[in-house]
């Protein structure tokens, strides 16, 4: 199970959890178009919408060890994307 301070550090990447200081990052990458399009059936989401998700990523890697990480390129502060575990459907599966 990962702490959810864990950073994963690779060559050419640098992974940290969500955290709330990312929410304008993360809600232009939740906004793009091609996002929208793949992930969240072309919604829009607000700036709510990725606050909650932020705190339901902290409660997931507390409780059960996963969760979403920002992804940045090394070097680069900004993010370019996300990876990770979120649970969907009734019941919930990863």
Same mark, same amino acid.
């Given at each position: 199970?990962?702490?959810?301070?864990?950073?994963?550090?690779?060559?050419?990447?640098?992974?940290?959890?969500?955290?709330?200081?990312?929410?304008?990052?993360?809600?232009?990458?939740?906004?793009?178009?091609?996002?929208?399009?793949?992930?969240?059936?072309?919604?829009?989401?607000?700036?709510?919408?990725?606050?909650?998700?932020?705190?339901?990523?902290?409660?997931?890697?507390?409780?059960? *060890?996963?969760?979403?990480?920002?992804?940045?390129?090394? *070097?680069?502060?900004?993010?370019?994307?996300?990876?990770?575990?979120?649970?969907?459907?009734?019941?919930?599966?990863?």
């Amino acid at each position: 199970m990962l702490p959810r301070d864990h950073i994963i550090v690779t060559a050419r990447t640098v992974l940290h959890p969500f955290a709330d200081a990312d929410l304008g990052e993360l809600l232009a990458v939740f906004q793009d178009p091609m996002v929208r399009r793949y992930l969240l059936d072309d919604d829009v989401v607000s700036a709510e919408w990725v606050r909650t998700e932020i705190a339901s990523s902290r409660e997931r890697f507390d409780g059960a *060890g996963t969760g979403l990480w920002a992804v940045c390129l090394t *070097g680069q502060p900004a993010i370019i994307g996300f990876v990770g575990f979120r649970e969907f459907f009734a019941p919930p599966q990863l």
